[in-house]
């Protein structure tokens, strides 16, 4: 399998240079020559077979033979060795639970699969470099990463002790919770914190001019580790096969029918429904997509006006998806052949306030006693609408974190505490270790000089 770049003005290049070089030299995103296609055959025996051996077979064409069979094997069974239940809350809308993993966000999946990749491509190029009789162990890459909470904790926990990749992760002092600063300063080894004394866009604008530097270009191997790269972004694709799979056995009938699977998928950088349409497009039954947005609603304008138009972010209480330019956009319109009739017939998009996002919050707890995280609340109440135009649809959605990661906007809307989970209880006893670094680049760049 071969990746060609979305800018058209790079050479193409298989999966281990995209995943080592995350965006391609002209910045364009990568995308790969042919989508694969499972047989109805194929389709048929997925139903029932084991979340390990699923997820090689999904990822193996992507990976094109960059890794060896064995080793994508043990790849795939620890990338997904947690739970991802389906779970009914209405008569019409089930919850995707994707917090069961090891920094309680659906962001694990694609940073354990990455760093594996990443690992496994360094300790391959170090066997090469001793083939040749050089001695060099200098990493193959150092990954640079802005986090507004969520993204760094998977990152920092997925690298963890990977050799030959360092970890830098850059986050706004004071505006993560607890639990995600824990998750991010604890790791140590590998993993660095900077504590940024700035906001996020602070942190995301030092790590744009970084990858632009020559300096730092010249002494570092940088990559990012968003959903850009593709070693992160396609892995996601994995829990709407695992969906599907309990879709089938909930609802089918006794002749084997069962209703569409529609998705609600909560958005930012469109990274997530992009992976969604992905399977499908490789011949998954899914049914239709729909983008759950806060109020930074570009593709929600856009799938209405058919103008594209940028906006600075906003600040909202689903913080991971105030995203004024989502980077995967690009990557959907390309799966549809650019074509804005297919678009419209595949996405729906909502925009969801604040306010209704809390409320949701509120109303769900009381009348289903199911506890959504914001994101997880702005596609609840997108799939509201949606079946309010659909009446007989049954919809999916999206819970991409868990409700303990954003105490503040749950708990006053449940009006009770949440329990923290004894996976992250550990955390507590920890000990913060970070870089406190002044917001601007060159206080980073002497840093990274030093
Ligand atoms: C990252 C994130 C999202 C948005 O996912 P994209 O792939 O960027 O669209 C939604 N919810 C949570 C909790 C996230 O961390």
Request: charged share 15%.
């Amino acid at each position: 399998m071969q990746y060609y770049s979305l800018g058209k003005q790079s050479p193409n290049v298989n999966f281990k240079t995209a995943a080592i070089t995350g965006q391609a030299p002209d910045k364009g995103l990568y995308f790969p020559m042919e989508i694969p296609k499972f047989t109805a055959a194929q389709i048929e025996r997925f139903k029932t077979l084991d979340k390990a051996t699923l997820a090689f077979e999904v990822m193996k064409p992507y990976v094109g033979g960059t890794i060896d069979d064995i080793s994508l094997q043990e790849i795939c069974a620890e990338t997904i060795n947690f739970d991802f239940p389906l779970v009914p809350i209405t008569e019409h809308i089930a919850s995707l639970e994707l917090f069961h993993g090891p920094t309680l966000a659906f962001k694990d999946v694609g940073a354990r699969f990455m760093s594996r990749c990443l690992g496994y491509f360094s300790q391959q190029e170090k066997a090469a470099s001793k083939l040749e009789g050089s001695n060099i162990s200098s990493p193959i890459t150092t990954v640079l990463v802005a986090t507004s909470g969520d993204t760094g904790g998977a990152v920092a926990n997925g690298f963890l002790g990977v050799e030959g990749v360092n970890v830098i992760i850059l986050y706004p002092k004071g505006k993560v919770s607890l639990i995600q600063e824990l998750q991010l300063t604890t790791c140590g080894q590998n993993i660095t914190a900077l504590e940024v004394d700035g906001s996020f866009d602070d942190c995301q604008a030092i790590v744009k001019e970084a990858f632009m530097d020559g300096d730092l270009n010249q002494q570092y191997n940088l990559t990012s580790a968003n959903s850009i790269n593709v070693a992160r972004w396609l892995p996601q694709q994995l829990y709407y096969f695992f969906a599907w799979q309990q879709w089938v056995q909930l609802n089918q009938d006794e002749q084997g029918n069962y209703p569409a699977m529609n998705i609600v998928v909560p958005s930012g950088n469109f990274g997530n429904i992009c992976a969604g349409m992905m399977a499908k497009a490789s011949g998954l039954p899914l049914g239709h997509f729909v983008a759950a947005c806060n109020a930074n609603d570009v593709v929600t304008r856009f799938l209405a006006t058919e103008q594209y138009e940028i906006h600075q972010s906003v600040a909202t209480v689903s913080n991971a998806m105030d995203v004024g330019n989502p980077s995967n956009f690009v990557r959907i319109m390309e799966i549809l052949q650019n074509n804005f009739i297919h678009l419209t017939n595949a996405l729906t998009s909502y925009s969801i306030n604040d306010a209704t996002t809390t409320s949701t919050i509120a109303r769900v707890y009381k009348t289903h006693n199911y506890t959504l995280d914001p994101h997880g609340a702005v596609a609840f109440a997108a799939a509201e609408i949606y079946l309010s135009k659909n009446n007989f649809a049954k919809v999916v959605i999206l819970e991409t974190a868990h409700p303990v990661k954003f105490p503040e906007v749950v708990e006053e809307a449940i009006g009770e505490k949440i329990a923290i989970p004894n996976s992250v209880q550990f955390l507590l006893d920890k000990q913060k270790v970070s870089i406190p670094l002044a917001a601007n680049y060159a206080a980073f760049k002497q840093w990274m000089l030093r």
